[in-house]
Each structure stands twice: as C-alpha cells, then as structure tokens.
C-alpha cells in the first residue's frame, strides 16, 4: 500500500497568515500551493516553495476561482476560454517560483469551488484540462474518484490521480458534502486518523449517512486552513504508517 499525503499550503496574503506550513511540510509528501487567485501572494508563494524544495516534497499548483473574497469557495460561471486562460497564469506563476527555488510544479489540483464544480462540469473540466494540456500535458491533475474530469482528461493525454479527503464528510453517492452543511468538516484527530486508515487499507470509507463508500484513492488530503491541522497530519500519518502503508509522493 503506498499513498501520498497532501495539504493545501502557502493560503496567507499579505499580513494574514493562515496555518502552520513549515509544520505541515515535514509531514506531508506533497503541497498544493496556492497560487493567489483564492489566497497566497508572491512572497507566501516563494516561501512555500524554497520550504518545500528544502524538504523534500513534492510541489503542486492549487488552481481556482479568481475569488480572494471568498476563498475561492464560490461557484462562478466563466467562458471557458476564461477559466483556461485563469487556470494557465496560474499555473505557469506558480512553477516559474517553484523553478527559480530548485523545484517545479509537479502536478494540478484545482481548489474549493473549482474542484467540485469539476467532478460535474464537462464544460468548465475541459478548460481546466485544456490549460494544463497547453502548458505540459505530462502533469497529473488530482481529483475525485469518479469525477467528469477523468474522462474529459483521458480524452487530451492529460493523466489523473483520484484522491479522497481524511476530514471531510461524504455523501452516499462518494462527494463531499457541501462545507455550508453541518458536520462536513471532521475535526476530531482520532476520527480523521481513523477514516485515512479506512480509506488506505479498506478502499471505502463511511459515508454521512452511516453507509459504506468505496474510496479508491492514491492521495489523501488534510486541508492546512483547519484549526490543529498539524495534528490531524501527524495523527494520519502515525496511524497510515502503523498499518503499513508506505507514504511516497505520487508524482
């Protein structure tokens, strides 16, 4: 069994800081990096690179929204040659810092509002896909299990890697269940532990509604914005390890 463990880093701006990245980045094998559009700025951005370069871990560009207000956590309807144009500055921001630390972008994973508008969306999945094809067709883009997006990148030569969430909450039908709703975040160390062991080594995990859903996932996420994030990291990380499963970083 060998999985990745992920967490979206570099999300302060400015003055504002957001979560423990240096903490986070000796424990995860992969960062998602934001790249300004939802958070982070240019000086988060470089920072979180060099740090991820000096340890290790691999990096990746968290695309989304152009939505700072918001988080990027709100849906919004772009032409697709927007979002394909948004999604490539982006990206090509995000490497050019990463190149100039010692490291690259490795992989996609768009955020919020955008990974989940994805899972559905023909439409705005392929100018999301369209945007890495144009910059390098070699990056894998994570995404849900079951989601539009692996059939839309399958299509360009564009390869994918399912991922699940270790505290988040799902439905029945293997999504996550929307953050407005209560109990979609799970918080509790033990029960995040848990559910990331469920995934790795039973290939499902419980849904809200008390049913078993199968979770085929090569990465597993804890996001870096949840209070005791550092801890709901190890915590996984400790109990991935003690069930045997290797943790190397996917690409």
Known sequence: MVIDLNADLGEGFGVWRLGDDLALLDV??????????HAGDPVTIRRTCAAAVDRGVTIGAQVSYRDLAHFGR???????????????????????????????????KPHGALYNRIVRDEVQAAAVIDAVADYD??????????????????????PTVSEAFADRAYTP???????????????????????????????????????????????????????????????VRDALLAAGVVLQAFA
Request: charged residues 20%; negative net charge.
């Open 173 to 235: 039908q293997g999504t996550l269940v929307p953050r407005r709703e209560p109990g979609a975040v799970v918080h509790d160390p033990a029960a995040v532990a848990a559910r990331a062991r469920q995934m790795a080594v039973e290939g499902c995990v419980t849904a809200a509604d008390g049913s078993s859903v199968p979770v085929s996932a090569r990465s597993l996420c804890v996001h870096g914005d949840t209070p005791d994030a550092v801890r709901l990291a190890r915590e």
């Open 28 to 37: 995860v094998t992969s960062a998602n990096v934001a790249c300004g559009f």
């Open 137 to 158: 067709p070699s990056l894998p883009v994570l995404t849900l299990p079951g989601s539009v997006v692996h059939k839309v990148a399958a299509a360009e030569g564009v």
């Open 74 to 108: 709100r849906e919004m309807d772009l032409e697709p040659e927007e979002l394909c144009a948004e999604v490539l500055y982006q990206l090509a921001a995000v490497d050019g810092i990463a190149r100039a630390m010692g490291g690259r972008v490795s992989y996609v």
